[in-house]
């Protein structure tokens, strides 16, 4: 009855461990060409404005260059 109880706790223990292994494989294929990432909140802006935004992200970015 023991070795029973101790093999059961150890195979318990060794599927705890290998379930920290398990990696989900989240690869999306897309064809060439096709963006499926999240709109830009830039894109509903007129050009003007768009245009001043992104010249103050660019700053924000390449400060230290």
Do not use: H, N
Request: net charge positive; charged share 25%.
């Amino acid at each position: 009855m023991k070795c029973k109880a101790t093999a059961v706790a150890a195979a318990l223990v060794a599927a705890w461990s290998l379930s920290g292994c398990y990696e989900s494989s989240g690869v999306t294929i897309a064809k060439q060409g096709e963006y499926k990432g999240k709109q830009d909140p830039l894109m509903a802006e007129q050009a003007s404005a768009r245009a001043e935004t992104l010249k103050k992200r660019f700053e924000l970015v390449q400060v230290d260059r």
